[in-house]
C-alpha cells in the first residue's frame, strides 16, 4: 500500500514557487495540492486557474487542486483546461455536487468531493462511487498552519470503512494539520493521500518529505484496513 504526499503550495514560497516544488517532488512527493479560495465561501483568497497552468508546465506531478470556491460550475472547465489532474469539489458548494463530479470525470480528470469539519460525514457516502478521491477537510478550511482536529480522526475511520465495504476504488486524502508527529496515526486510520502544507515547506523541504514518508511505514503497519 502506497501512501502518498501532497504538499500544498499555500505555505509555498510564492516567489520561488517553482524552485520548492522541485525541491519536495524530487525528494519524492508524489502529488502538487493546489488550495483555490475565492473570498466567499472561505474568507481568503489566493490563485485560480492562470497560476494551474503554469504550474502544469513546471511539473509532471499530480495536479491535486482543492476548489474552495462557492460556485463550481462557473470555473470547472477552466481548471480542466488549465491541466489539473484532480479536481475536489466541496459538498457544500452551490450546484449539482454529483454532477460536478460527473462533468469532472466525463473531461478526463479525476474527480474527488470534500465536506468542512462540521458537515456530517455521511453526506459523502452516496457519492463516493463516482469519486476518484475522497477529502476529508482535518481543519477549517480557508487558512494555512491550523492544528489537526482530533474529532476528525472518526471521520477518516468511517469513510475508510466505507471505502473497504462496497470496494470502491477511491483514495482517502486528509488536508490539515498533518505533522510528522501526527500521520501515522491518521494514516492507520485510513488516509493514504496526505495533504501538509507548513510541515513541508518550512525549514528543509527535502528531507521533510522524506520525513513524512518514513511516518508513511510506520502508519501501515499500524493500519488494518491495509492489510
Avoid at 459538498?91 to 456530517?120: F, H, M, W, Y
Avoid at 477537510?137 to 480522526?153: R, Y
Avoid at 518529505?209 to 492489510?227: D, L, N, P, Y
Wanted: include cysteine.
Amino acid at each position: 500500500m502506497q501512501i502518498k504526499l501532497s504538499p500544498s503550495i499555500l505555505s509555498a514560497d510564492f516567489a520561488n514557487l517553482e524552485r520548492d516544488i522541485r525541491i519536495a517532488t524530487e525528494a519524492g512527493a508524489e502529488y502538487v495540492h493546489v488550495d483555490v479560495m475565492d473570498g466567499h465561501f472561505v474568507p481568503n483568497i489566493t490563485i485560480g486557474a492562470p497560476v494551474v497552468k503554469a504550474l502544469r508546465k513546471a511539473t509532471d506531478r499530480v495536479l491535486d487542486v482543492h476548489l474552495m470556491i462557492a460556485d463550481p460550475d462557473r470555473y470547472l472547465d477552466d481548471f480542466i483546461s488549465a491541466g489539473a489532474d484532480i479536481i475536489t469539489v466541496h459538498q457544500e458548494s452551490n450546484g449539482d455536487t454529483l454532477a460536478q463530479l460527473q462533468k469532472i470525470r466525463a473531461a478526463g480528470v479525476k474527480a474527488s468531493c470534500t465536506i468542512k469539519p462540521g458537515t456530517p460525514v455521511e453526506v459523502l457516502f452516496p457519492l463516493l462511487p463516482y469519486c476518484d478521491m475522497v477529502l476529508i477537510m482535518t481543519v477549517e478550511p480557508g487558512f494555512g498552519g491550523q492544528g489537526f482536529i482530533p474529532a476528525c480522526m472518526d471521520k477518516i475511520r468511517a469513510v475508510r470503512a466505507e471505502i473497504q465495504k462496497n470496494g470502491y476504488a477511491c483514495e482517502l486524502e486528509i488536508d490539515g494539520g498533518a505533522k510528522l508527529n501526527n500521520t501515522a496515526d491518521i494514516v492507520a486510520a485510513g488516509a493514504d493521500v496526505i495533504v501538509a502544507g507548513s510541515a513541508v515547506f518550512g525549514g528543509d523541504i527535502a528531507a521533510n518529505v522524506k520525513g513524512f514518508h518514513a511516518v508513511f511505514a510506520e502508519g501501515v503497519q499500524r493500519a488494518e484496513w491495509s492489510k
